[in-house]
C-alpha cells in the first residue's frame, strides 16, 4: 500500500484529492496537511514514513518549491514529491524538476492519471501529466522520419542504445546515431527530455 500526503491550501481541493486517491487501489491518504510547515512538521515526526507527497505549487507564505528545498534540507531520504498546480508553466515545471521533484501534475488529470503518477513517483520513475508534458515540450512536428520515431518510442519505453538495437535489428552505433538526431531535432540534451516529448508526439499521434 502506498502512503499518500496530500498538501494544498484549499480544504475542497484537499478533500478531493484524498478522497480519489484513497478510491484507486493500492494507494491510501495517511494525512492531509494545508501548507508547507505542517507537512515538514507531519513528515519529520510520523511514526511511519510516507512514501508519496502530493504538493501544490502555489502554496500562500512558504511555496511549493520553498517546502521541497526545505524538506530535502531537513530529511536525508525524502518522500518523492510530486507536484500539483492548475497551470503549468513551462519554467515552473523546469524549476520544480531541477529543485528535484519527483514530478509534475496538473490539476485537470483524472483519478487515473493522477493516482498513475503517484505510483509512478513511488517506483523512482520521473513522472510528468500529458497536460504538463505538452506544455514542457511543445506539440509541433520535429520532422522525425519513420525509423526516428521507432527509436523515439523505444527511448520512451526506458530502452538503452543495446535493448534498441536488438528490438530492431540494428547495430549499436547506428542506434546512437538516430538517437543524436533524434534529440537534435526534438531540440532536448537528455534521454529524459525525449522520453517526455514522447508521451506528447507519439501519444498524440496514436490517440
Known amino acids: 500500500m502506498v502512503r499518500v500526503v496530500v498538501v494544498d491550501d484549499h480544504a475542497l481541493v484537499r478533500e478531493g484529492l484524498a478522497m ?4 484507486q487501489p493500492g494507494l491510501t491518504v495517511v494525512a492531509q496537511r494545508a501548507g508547507g510547515p505542517e507537512l515538514l512538521d507531519f513528515l519529520v515526526t510520523a511514526r511511519e ?10 502554496l500562500p507564505g512558504m511555496d511549493g518549491l520553498e517546502t521541497l528545498r526545505r524538506l530535502r534540507e531537513q530529511m536525508p531520504a ?12 513551462r519554467h515552473e515545471i523546469r524549476q520544480a ?4 521533484a519527483a514530478g509534475f501534475v496538473l490539476k485537470d488529470a483524472t483519478g487515473a492519471e493522477l493516482a498513475a503518477a503517484v505510483r509512478g513517483a513511488h517506483d523512482g520513475m520521473t513522472v510528468i501529466s500529458p497536460s504538463a508534458a505538452a506544455t514542457l515540450c511543445g506539440t509541433g512536428d520535429p520532422g522525425l522520419t519513420p525509423r526516428e520515431r521507432e527509436v523515439l518510442s523505444l527511448l520512451g519505453s526506458g530502452l538503452s542504445n543495446r535493448d534498441i538495437a ?8 547506428t542506434v546512437k546515431v538516430h538517437v543524436g538526431n ?5 531540440g532536448v540534451t537528455s534521454r529524459t527530455q525525449a522520453a517526455l516529448r514522447a508521451q506528447v508526439l507519439l501519444g498524440s499521434r496514436d490517440s
Open 20 to 23: 480519489v486517491l484513497a478510491a
Open 97 to 100: 524538476l531541477a529543485t528535484g
Open 182 to 186: 533524434v534529440l537534435a531535432k526534438l
Open 78 to 89: 525524502p518522500p518523492p514529491v510530486l507536484m500539483l498546480t492548475t497551470i503549468g508553466r
Open 166 to 173: 536488438g528490438r530492431l535489428g540494428l547495430a549499436e552505433r
Open 49 to 58: 514514513p510516507a512514501d508519496v507527497v502530493l504538493l501544490d505549487l502555489y
